[in-house]
């Protein structure tokens, strides 16, 4: 059973940095899209950075291009976000995703089958 366990979230005064890691169990299939998101206090889940696997292509959202820096590490099968200068608006509870293999558009939410609990991202 595959899971993904996030982890480096904390509190962090604003222009502060922070690092999250995703842990991912070990698959047989191949994946397509790995992805970070983030769900704000009264607000719906948005993509912050995706991972498109096959054409290594990762998409930023606009709220976060040039402070976010999504990468992989292969070997240790984890995902991290790297932020830098942290506002109070990028607080809130971040997700890793990924999907089972299937074909799609990394961009849609729908595309992401595993989920991951969840580490809470403060910023004062």
């Known amino acids: 059973h595959v899971q993904l366990v996030e982890s480096g979230g904390g509190s962090v005064q604003a222009g502060g940095s922070l690092t999250l890691s995703c842990a991912a169990g070990?698959?047989?299939?191949?994946?397509?899209?790995m992805g970070w998101f983030r769900q704000r206090p009264g607000k719906d889940r948005e993509g912050l950075a995706v991972?498109?696997?096959?054409?290594?292509?990762?998409t930023y959202a606009d709220s976060v291009k040039g402070r976010f820096t999504l990468t992989q590490d292969n070997d240790k099968n984890t995902l991290y976000l790297q932020m830098n200068n942290l506002q109070v608006e990028d607080a809130g509870m971040y997700y890793c995703?990924?999907?089972?293999?299937?074909?799609?558009?990394?961009?849609?939410?729908?595309?992401?089958?595993?989920w991951g609990q969840g580490t809470q991202v403060t910023v004062s």
């Open positions: 995703a990924a999907d089972r293999g299937t074909i799609g558009d990394c961009s849609g939410q729908m595309q992401y089958a595993l």
């Open positions: 070990r698959h047989t299939y191949k994946r397509n899209c």
């Open positions: 991972l498109w696997i096959g054409g290594a292509t990762t």
